[in-house]
């Protein structure tokens, strides 16, 4: 059991470090980038919940501006049945 597939841990603070500088700044710049790539993610989220909120407030108003207007025609209340035809 003493033989593992795993690498050791790294500490970059210890004297006799593992990691060279170069191979820290490097993963310095890629940890920025993975920062600024989260807030892109993040900002591109919450504009669609925007954009989707607002398009699904458009169509709830279409439909009960459509059901409030039928509501209040009038024109088939005073319909009359045409008078049968007696032979």
């Excluded at 500490?11 to 990691?19: A, C, H, I, Q, R």
């Excluded at 699904?56 to 279409?62: E, F, H, L, M």
């Amino acid at each position: 059991m003493g033989d593992s597939n795993f690498k050791p841990k790294i500490n970059p603070g210890s004297k006799d470090p593992v990691l060279k500088q170069a191979e820290l700044d490097y993963m310095k710049i890629i940890e920025q980038k993975n920062r600024e790539r989260v807030l892109k993610l993040q900002q591109i989220g919450r504009r669609n919940r925007i954009t989707g909120f607002s398009i699904g407030a458009g169509v709830v108003g279409i439909y009960l501006y459509s059901i409030f207007a039928v509501k209040q025609e009038t024109f088939l209340d005073d319909f009359e049945e045409p008078a049968k035809i007696q032979n």
